[in-house]
């Protein structure tokens, strides 16, 4: 069992940042990819950024790319979400997600191979 705690939303104007942190319980959150998928109102929760289990690839949606930067630290079992220039588009509850034990491979970019998921964190950009 994972459980996944985020922190770190807010309100911003454009243009300015956000840190995002998720801590995670338990002992295998480094044998996981990591994700951070969005949703805003009335929009279906799409893919921000995934990192794999040692932190050595990242992986951006298009509209992110530049401007936001996953990392994780393993030692300390928690996931952050640098982002910059954050524009209005960008307002919408954001979740941190836990990938299957040990698994390798495949499209991080999908929703449903994820196994575990935070309760999400508010982020609003105002213009």
Same mark, same amino acid.
């Given at each position: =069992?994972? =459980?996944?705690v /985020? ?5 911003v ?5 956000l840190?995002l ?11 996981r ?9 009335g929009k279906e929760? /799409?893919?921000?950024?995934a ?15 530049g401007? !936001?930067?996953?990392?994780r630290?393993?030692?300390k079992?928690?996931?952050?979400? =640098? ?6 588009e960008?307002t919408?509850v954001y979740?941190c997600?836990?990938?299957r034990n040990? !698994? ?5 970019a =999908?929703?449903?191979r994820y /196994?575990?998921w935070?309760?999400?964190?508010q982020?609003?950009v105002?213009s």
């Amino acid at each position: =069992q994972v =459980q996944l705690v /985020e922190s770190g939303g807010g309100l911003v104007q454009a243009g300015g940042s956000l840190r995002l942190s998720c801590a995670a319980s338990g002992r295998t959150f480094s044998n996981r990819a990591m994700g951070w998928f969005r949703q805003a109102p009335g929009k279906e929760r /799409e893919f921000v950024a995934a990192t794999s289990w040692s932190g050595g690839s990242m992986f951006y949606a298009d509209s992110v790319k530049g401007r !936001f930067t996953i990392s994780r630290d393993n030692a300390k079992n928690t996931l952050s979400l =640098q982002m910059n220039n954050l524009q209005p588009e960008a307002t919408a509850v954001y979740y941190c997600a836990a990938d299957r034990n040990g !698994f390798r491979g495949g499209d991080l970019a =999908q929703r449903s191979r994820y /196994e575990y998921w935070g309760q999400g964190t508010q982020v609003t950009v105002s213009s």
